[in-house]
């Protein structure tokens, strides 16, 4: 069992940047793959990054490439989402979610554990 905890979410104006969270208890985190998800009002839920267990092998949705950065610290039980250059259309909930295997995945469906989310608003 792994449990998540999200946490930096805020308000930022465009522009400007965040960094995101994702805090796992559990033995055995350092043998999960980790994606970040959002969600918008109205939107379906997108993948914006995705890690391997070993941090080795990453993969971001193309209207994040540049902006995002995906890490983790296995010693800590964390994975990291450094957000930059912060536009209006990156404002949604964000989740991470964590699945047992070695290649990061976007599908959401493929994720067995998720954290509650935690909300990201940009002002233009």
């Known amino acids: 069992q792994v449990q998540l905890v999200e946490s930096g979410g805020g308000l930022v104006q465009a522009g400007g940047s965040l960094r995101l969270s994702c805090a796992a208890s559990?033995?055995?985190?350092?043998?999960?793959?980790v994606g970040w998800f959002r969600q918008a009002p109205g939107k379906e839920r997108e993948c914006v990054a995705a890690?391997?267990?070993?941090?080795?092998?990453?993969d971001y949705a193309d209207s994040v490439k540049g902006r995002f950065t995906i890490s983790r610290d296995n010693a800590k039980n964390t994975v990291y989402l450094q957000m930059n250059s912060l536009t209006p259309e990156d404002t949604a909930v964000y989740s991470c979610?964590?699945?047992?295997?070695?290649?990061?995945?976007?599908?959401?469906?493929?994720?067995?554990?998720w954290g509650q989310g935690t909300q990201v608003t940009v002002s233009s």
């Open positions: 559990g033995r055995t985190f350092s043998s999960y793959t």
């Open positions: 979610a964590a699945r047992g295997g070695v290649v990061p995945s976007p599908n959401s469906r493929v994720y067995n554990y």
């Open positions: 890690i391997s267990w070993s941090g080795g092998n990453t």
